[in-house]
């Protein structure tokens, strides 16, 4: 995040599972949302911005995005999401989705 790094990751559904996908895409998730944790340690002035970018949200919205998009402001973290129904997503990230944006 303080590098200016770009990481793709292709979780394609249909390269490596649906299990696989899920499991991999969570963690890296999980992981982004730790390190955007540990920036509470540097000034405000020094946090680079930074954006995720996630197709299929879906396949990863679990209950700590919720987490995520209440506090990404002041780490410097924005999101984008995408996925095509929001009947897909469970009903207490749907509510952090529309109550922070």
């Given at each position: 995040m303080q590098n200016n790094k770009i990481l793709l990751v292709n979780l394609s559904k249909g390269l490596i599972g649906e299990d696989n996908s899920a499991m991999i895409g969570s963690f890296i998730v999980s992981q982004i949302q730790v390190e955007t944790m540990k920036r509470a340690n540097l000034p405000m002035n020094k946090r680079k911005?930074?954006?995720?970018?996630?197709?299929?949200?879906?396949?990863?919205?679990?209950?700590?995005?919720?987490?995520?998009?209440?506090?990404?402001?002041?780490?410097?973290?924005?999101?984008?999401?995408?996925?095509?129904?929001?009947?897909?997503?469970?009903?207490?990230?749907?509510?952090?989705?529309?109550?922070?944006?």
């Open positions: 911005e930074f954006t995720l970018y996630i197709d299929e949200f879906q396949n990863f919205a679990t209950e700590s995005f919720s987490v995520i998009l209440s506090e990404a402001r002041k780490y410097k973290l924005s999101l984008a999401v995408a996925n095509q129904y929001i009947s897909q997503i469970d009903k207490d990230v749907r509510n952090a989705i529309f109550g922070n944006i």
